[in-house]
């Protein structure tokens, strides 16, 4: 299982565009990746995933450069609510891989 | 999207009492799941993996004998406690995967809201 390493924390403030960046200079060829967001008291919560390139969803972007050792979470305008911990994982393929998840980063927005 | 449950959400027990926390899988079928158990500001662990209709498979370090885990259906899987003691309280979450589609074979974890555990 890939290991990722991600800032312990971030700060900023409402209305800005964040973005979380990911290593994972293990990544196996069948590996993709994955981010949760977790509030404090309940379990994680799916936010994106992708494989490579560029991925996008109503709440977040996901870019993956060629070489895949890293990823980026691009949270737009974010709001006070977006105050969390958010996970990159290294899922390995297929298959029902158990996640393993790392530190994680903690995102405090401000007013 | 998928719905993953856990009962109770919180619970209080005294030292050497056994706790069962349940964790279901509401619209889809799981043969998988997993447990974690996540200290407080720290980041989750995985503690087992809980397979239908064969044994739970466990991470290192943690007692099988402690921690029961029963995955009595393609929807049900149960965690029990047993003879807990104060560094058993935690927060401890399921999660099961589902398939996110589009042929890729990828999967989507779905992770339940969480069971807190005080063991007095």
């Known amino acids: 299982l890939a290991k990722t390493t991600q800032p312990i924390s971030m700060d900023s403030y409402e209305g800005q565009e964040v973005n979380i960046t990911c290593s994972h200079n293990?990544?196996?060829?069948?590996?993709?990746i994955t981010w949760y967001q977790q509030f404090p008291s309940q379990g994680p919560r799916f936010i994106i995933q992708?494989?490579?390139t560029k991925v996008t969803n109503e709440v977040a972007s996901l870019f993956i450069p060629a070489d895949r050792k890293s990823s980026t979470l691009s949270l737009p305008r974010v709001s006070l609510s977006d105050t969390a911990v958010y996970y990159c994982?290294?899922?390995?393929?297929?298959?029902?891989?158990?996640?393993?998840f790392g530190t994680g980063t903690r995102l405090l927005v401000s007013p | 999207g998928a719905v993953v449950s856990q009962h109770p959400s919180r619970v209080i027990c005294k030292s050497g009492t056994s706790v069962k926390i349940e964790c279901r899988s509401l619209d889809f079928q799981a043969t998988t799941m997993f447990w974690y158990r996540q200290f407080p500001k720290q980041s989750l662990m995985l503690m087992a993996t809980s397979n239908e209709g064969s044994k739970a498979t466990y991470e290192q370090g943690v007692e099988k004998d402690k921690f029961l885990i029963n995955h009595a259906s393609l929807t049900l899987s149960t965690l029990t406690v047993t003879s807990a003691h104060p560094e058993d309280s935690s927060f401890y979450i399921c999660?099961?995967?589902?398939?996110?589609?589009?042929?890729?074979?990828?999967?989507?974890?779905?992770f339940g809201p969480g069971t807190r555990l005080l063991v007095l």
């Open positions: 999660s099961a995967p589902r398939a996110a589609g589009g042929g890729l074979g990828l999967e989507t974890q779905y």
């Open positions: 992708g494989y490579k």
């Open positions: 994982l290294v899922e390995g393929g297929r298959g029902f891989q158990k996640l393993v």
């Open positions: 293990n990544i196996a060829t069948n590996d993709y």
